[in-house]
């Protein structure tokens, strides 16, 4: 195993003094935070990540272009072997190439790793990581639009229902109920107190109160929930004297009105 030689300097007897000046003369080895973030995406294990660690340390620390699984292993924990198959895992991974280097001062052409490859790699990895972020954030936007536009049209299906502006609890209370049920439950508690004839809040609020503990999120599960309500009930009820049923008591409307009478001011 070959090491490159060092100058050592006299030590003068200040060890903390001396611990200062070869931090800053051994300078820093710059690793890209992009790169610490992503190489377990890239297919890069912990071992390959703190082999190529020491890698860029030795080419910028000693001009180190080639070194060998020996030379690495003394700054590492796997033995020569081990190193020399993580250097061939990272080859076959396209993370790491072998390339030639003209050394001016030598006049000579030396091989040497080329970092390139991982580069490449890594701004793929980042350009497609960047894609789905922007497209999420698009998503989260188009659905926060969305919302406010339905809100906005609770708004005014309220106003044109009451046949007045909302005042600013009323509009409170609104939001409150699209958070518990959302918009399209809360415009569905709104149709149901329409067809009872009973336009008031505090009714609305019966209505979403009751689906929210019976956990209903969906206009289906109400409608099933009203069936089962329906079922149950079927003859239960105390016998009615028999009248000839007028013919919008035959109607979708009479019997829904009917069914919201029980289910919700029972």
Known sequence: ???????????????????????????????????????????????????????????????????????????LSGNAEEIREALGSLQAKDMLALTHYYDELADEVKTGYDFEPLFEKLSDFWASARVKEIEKANQALARGTRKKEEIGTLYRSFEKEFGRPLSPIEVEKIDQWSVQAGPLLVREALSRSVLMGIRNFKYVDSIILEWVKNNLRTVEEIEDYDRRFKDRHAGGGRRQPKVAAADDEKSPDHKKRELIKQLYMS
């Open 1 to 75: 195993m070959t090491m490159k030689n060092r100058t050592i300097k006299k030590y003068r007897g200040n060890i903390t003094a001396a611990y200062g000046a070869d931090l800053c003369s051994f300078g820093v080895t710059g690793i890209p935070n992009l790169l610490l973030k992503h190489y377990k995406g890239m297919g890069i294990s912990d071992g390959e990540m703190m082999l190529l660690i020491q890698m860029l340390r030795l080419r910028h620390e000693d001009k180190e272009h080639y070194p060998t699984p020996e030379i690495l292993c003394c700054y």
